[in-house]
């Protein structure tokens, strides 16, 4: 019997007693000192240095609108009113519908053209995106195209779907919570944790999201559809402009959703176990180097009934550099060596202590369908590298979220060798954005590949506090908003600091906080990180916060603007459902655009 099968075997006999698994789902948040002090000098440059930026700014707002037409300054100007308006943003599908209803199909489109969407949208094709793309990258920013569809279904069609998509042929077990149905378990399986498993609640994704597209499962045609639309995106990101060209895409588009849920689940249970091994240890997460003697020492305070020539096996298995000792990096290869999914879906049973399957096993056409799902986004990836595009993997809600981020990683191992061609999201709302971004970081310096992530705030926050709350898991988002900005900073000052050490790291600041750009720029001065390196870039969205993107261009940053595009009836509930949302949850940050949008206009009808 092999060393591999021996472990696996062993995992399955082992009995780990008093695991209390919520505590389990809790993420623990742990630094060194040397993090700590190096946030505590980051906090120190946001302090100094935002006055300063700040008459930075407001020196060059005349200069950040002077490419703008007049025409293009009014219907801006226009826009962040009406969207003012509480009565216009709330019922802005009804007023579309009623647009569409009153003024006719052309009419109509050729107003959203003149106001929402000709301010927020790039253009309906590649053609009519190559005039804003010209003008963007003639004021030093390109363009990240997002191909902005989205089908206009309803709730209860939505629900149906997701709940249809999320549930395997062999999932047994209702709903609710395992207390509620003990007349139906089986002994043989994993009682799931709600967490990972739909609900019908909370079946529209689409509800309480700010900005974000949302896909929904169907079928593999609707799969294959949505492939063919992100290939579309990578090609035309290729063709326009002259800058490098970045697409954004989503794994729920590629697959079923189901399977996002179930690895996901595997995941945070695996990395769970990890952290009660090794928490008795100082140090932070990537720290924790757990040698042979603490490792029986860590089974045997949990209770894991386990022989010695077990314990033994495991560990050297999971000792892949073979330096007597483990930490977070090799014990995450425990699932990543397995190489049937059917055999991946195994975790503790909180109650029994015993490794159990998730489900009894996938059907054929799951396994089939689970690689599909593999197989297109391979096949992004692959077209990425060979049309040098930069492939933006969004982030999602944090019951699919583990999931994505693993397959990001494995897709940078392959294609972000000689650069970073593959970037994975961090929402750093999460209480463990920098635990992640340090254990995928530090992966990919141990592989030797490029670590590329894209670092956002967040666009699910109501959703998953809600969804936290109600069915009864501990909420992932950080207490405050000042939390979300400290994390903010230090997960960008950690990915500086790679950079700085000439590690193989490049990052997007995709932020519309003025201080988080402030603080970037300031700390990349005092690194000596030059511009022109390319290895750290910013991007806002289209129509928003022009005033930073256009400075940031102006000052040689590497700056680009989120730029959905579609034809229009297809894009507005795109629009209609999360841009608007965003929109308005982001006005209390847009006086002093306006403001200026207002003097310019001024100073145009003076003929200046």
């Given amino acids: 019997m092999t060393l591999n099968s021996r472990c696996f075997n062993s995992l399955r006999r082992i009995q780990i007693a008093s695991l209390n698994y919520s505590s389990v789902l809790r ?46 300054l009014l219907s801006a100007y226009v826009v962040f009113k009406l969207c003012r308006v509480n009565f216009l943003v709330s019922n802005n599908e009804r007023l579309m519908k009623l647009g569409y209803s009153v003024l006719g199909d052309k009419l109509f489109e050729r107003l959203m053209k003149l106001t929402f969407y000709g301010h927020f949208v790039g253009g309906e094709n590649e053609k009519s ?61 994993l009682d799931r944790e709600p967490q990972f498993l739909a609900h019908e609640a909370f079946g529209d994704r689409r509800e309480d999201v700010i900005s974000a597209k949302t896909y929904f499962y169907e079928d593999e045609k609707s799969c294959d559809e949505n492939l063919e639309i992100f290939l ?32 996901s ?35 045997d305070k949990l209770g894991v009934k386990i022989s010695l020539d077990e314990a033994n096996d495991w560990f050297t298995f999971l000792d892949a550099n073979k330096d007597g000792s483990f930490n977070l990096l ?97 929402q750093c709302y999460l209480k463990e954005a920098f635990n992640n971004l340090q254990v995928d970081m530090g992966y990919a310096e141990r592989e030797g590949f490029y670590f590329g992530a894209k670092l956002v705030r967040g666009a699910y926050m109501d ?29 960008v000052g950690e990915c500086l600091n790679a950079i700085s050490c000439n590690k193989k790291v ?23 990180l030059h511009p022109n390196d390319k290895q750290v870039y910013f991007g806002q969205l289209l129509g928003m916060c022009d005033r930073l993107s256009f400075r940031l261009g102006l000052e040689g940053y590497p700056v680009y603007k989120y730029v959905p595009f579609g034809p229009v009836k297809e894009v507005l509930p795109y629009l209609s459902r999360r841009a608007y949302t965003r929109i308005s949850s982001m006005l209390n940050n847009t006086d002093k655009e306006v403001a200026m949008l207002k003097d310019e206009i001024k100073l145009r009808l003076k003929g200046k």
């Fill in 27 to 72: 993420c623990k948040s742990t630094a060194s000192s040397l993090h700590i002090q190096n946030e505590q000098s980051e906090s120190n440059l946001r302090d100094s240095q935002v006055s300063h930026l700040k008459n930075s700014v407001a020196h060059n707002s005349i200069r950040v609108f002077k490419e703008k037409s007049l025409s293009e």
């Fill in 129 to 189: 995106l190559r005039p804003l793309i010209s003008r963007l990258e003639s004021n030093g920013i390109g363009a990240i195209l997002d191909y902005a569809v989205e089908k206009d279904i309803s709730r209860d069609d939505a629900v149906k779907a997701e709940m249809k998509a999320s549930v395997s042929e062999q999932e047994f077990r209702p709903e609710q919570p395992a207390s509620n149905v003990d007349e139906t378990r089986n002994p043989e399986y």
């Fill in 232 to 263: 579309k995106c990578i090609e035309t990101a290729s063709k326009c402009g002259a800058s490098e060209g970045f697409a954004a895409i989503k794994l729920t588009g590629l697959g079923r959703p189901q399977f996002l849920m179930q690895l």
């Fill in 265 to 299: 689940e595997v995941l945070t249970r695996t990395r769970m176990f990890f952290d009660q091994i090794s928490d008795q240890y100082p140090g932070d997460v990537l720290r924790r180097n757990v040698s042979r003697t603490q490792f029986s020492s860590g089974l």
């Fill in 330 to 426: 090799d014990w995450n290869h425990l699932v990543h060596r397995e190489r049937d999914f059917s055999r991946v879906l195994v975790a503790p049973d909180p109650e029994t202590g015993e490794v159990k399957p998730l489900i009894s096993h996938l059907t054929d056409a799951e396994e089939l369908q689970m690689k599909n799902m593999l197989k297109r986004l391979d096949l992004l990836a692959r077209t990425a590298k060979e049309l040098d595009v930069k492939l933006m993997i969004d982030a999602e809600q944090t019951y699919f979220q583990p999931a994505i981020s693993r397959l990001a990683m494995e897709l940078m191992k392959v294609y972000n060798v000689e650069k970073p061609i593959v970037f994975n999201t961090y």
């Fill in 463 to 491: 959703f998953e506090r809600k969804r936290a709350e109600e069915i009864g898991y501990p909420d992932p988002i950080n207490p405050s908003y000042e939390s979300t900005t400290r994390m903010y900073d230090r997960v």
């Fill in 506 to 528: 490049g990052i997007m600041v995709a932020s519309h906080n003025e201080e988080s750009v402030n603080f970037t720029t300031e700390r990349m001065k005092q690194l000596g």
